[in-house]
């Protein structure tokens, strides 16, 4: 008698990240630029991306996995536009993929003419996200400078006229708008005017601080909800009792303390006994500092960006307020992978150049992690090779320290040149990672 544990119903299914091929792959088509964005890796001082396009040999060296895709994302750093062999491989991808996949790239627009769009249409691209971070004329060239609203408008009118020409209606078209302090009462307008031109989706993400510049610019909280959570009930514990919690760090050293500086201490005491009981470390300096008039104002727009959304009927995936406690990583539960423009074989988003971020309010130096290269290796290879087999399920453990909340960040451990192992003798430096906080998002 012959079974088939494949079918069997006690045989729960193989996740996407430990199938034993891709289910999502992004593709670095170039790592050049026609625009000099604010929030983008390439303008902080200390890049070192080198510069370069994605050669058709290498996007060939991907095909075996095209069959199991799901879906084929063609960005990177730079912009996918300039790459001249951009519809080629659209071409080639979606006659090897199946029915029910598809392809897509987030650009700037800037290159996207009447023409251009009629020949993405027809090579066979099904998802494109345009940026656009303001419609005001003047926020829009603060952040994006060399770029105007005008020329992310004539991208979409061609790209609807496109569509109609090509009678490719399914083809999705998007906005994506990277949220800062100083736009985030664009957003509605946004989405408003993208709705009216046609966009069906759109992507807010917050912006991914590279230095102290871009920190201040950052719109999200930098605790976690369960922290402010904690946080916020005790304070008000605290106030009942007539007890302001602020005065911490002024009474903590202090030898001979009067009654109401002891009851200071308690009370923090008590928080963080109940933040460790739950698992949680509390930065309390982060904390007692944090401006909840601002994440207060956060989610008011946040809330009429959902109105706005339904109103006119547009497709809205917003990042979190603040950092989430339960991580989860999309892109490794996704089954993904990200290929450079060199072939070689990355991981995720925040492991996939050397650069410096400042995420949790200092500088952390990011190393690539490479699992291969498709000049030596095959892409089917890499993926099942023993040491990305075991990266990825390390990641679905999700044993990993919350750098972002530990007062003792940044340690050795994590601020290094040549990272070995966290504090948690993990090999990955995911405890440092934001993405896996809700806080970043892409094209999905």
């Known amino acids: 008698m012959s079974t088939n544990a494949a079918a069997s119903p006690q045989c729960p299914p ?9 289910s999502k792959l992004v593709v670095e088509t170039t790592t050049r630029c026609n625009l000099g964005c604010f929030m983008c890796v390439k303008q902080s001082g200390e890049c070192c991306i080198a510069e370069g396009d994605l050669e058709p040999g ?22 996918p536009l300039l790459n001249p062999h951009l519809e080629s491989f659209i071409r080639r991808a979606r006659a090897r993929m199946s029915a029910g996949s598809w392809i897509g790239f987030q650009s700037n627009g800037l ?30 060239r603060e952040l994006r400078e060399g770029g105007e609203v005008g020329a992310v408008e004539r991208a979409l009118a061609a790209l ?35 709705a009216g031109r046609g966009a069906s989706f759109a992507l807010v993400t917050h912006v991914l601080p590279y230095d102290e510049r871009h920190a201040a610019e950052a719109a999200y909280a930098s605790c976690s909800d369960q922290e402010i959570e904690i946080f916020r009930r005790w304070r008000g514990r605290a106030e009942a009792a007539g007890v302001d919690l602020h005065r911490y760090f002024q ?15 308690q009370f923090v005491e008590q928080m963080k006994t109940e933040a ?6 509390l930065d309390l300096k982060k904390l007692l500092d944090l401006d909840f008039a601002w994440l207060e104002q956060l989610e008011e727009v946040f809330a009429e960006a959902r109105r706005v959304a339904e109103q006119c009927g547009i497709e809205l995936r917003l990042p979190e307020a603040v950092l989430k406690a339960e991580r989860r990583c999309d ?17 995720c988003y925040f492991l996939w150049h050397r650069y410096n971020c400042f995420a949790s309010g200092w500088t952390q130096q990011v190393q690539p992690r490479v699992f291969g290269t ?16 075991a990266f990825r399920q390390s990641v679905l453990g999700y044993d990993y320290p919350f750098c972002s909340s530990c007062s003792l960040a940044p340690c050795d451990y994590v601020q290094t040149d040549a990272f070995e192992q966290d504090c948690h003798i993990n090999q990955e430096p995911c405890g440092s990672c934001l993405w896996c906080m809700g806080l970043f998002q892409c094209l999905r």
């Open 58 to 79: 290498l996007f060939e060296a991907l095909e075996p996995a095209f069959p199991h895709l799901e879906a084929l994302v063609l960005n990177g750093i730079g912009e």
């Open 111 to 140: 290159l996207l003419d009447a023409r251009r769009a009629r020949s993405l249409a027809e090579a066979g691209l099904d998802r494109i996200c345009i940026s656009i971070d303001a419609v005001s004329p003047e926020i829009f």
């Open 276 to 281: 460790a009981q739950r698992g949680l470390s």
């Open 14 to 22: 193989v996740v996407p990240a430990l199938r034993e091929y891709p």
């Open 374 to 389: 498709l000049a030596r290796q095959g892409i089917l290879d890499i993926w099942n090779s023993k040491e990305f087999r």
């Open 251 to 265: 009474v903590l050293w202090k030898y001979a303390k009067e009654p109401d500086e002891r009851q200071v201490i």
């Open 331 to 347: 892109f490794v539960e996704d089954g993904s992978a990200f290929v450079s423009w060199q072939g070689e074989v990355h991981p």
């Open 160 to 194: 609807d006229a496109a569509k109609a020409a090509t009678g490719r209606a399914e083809l999705q078209v998007g906005v994506e708008f990277v949220l800062m302090r100083r736009n985030l009462r664009e957003l509605p307008l946004a989405l408003r005017w993208a």
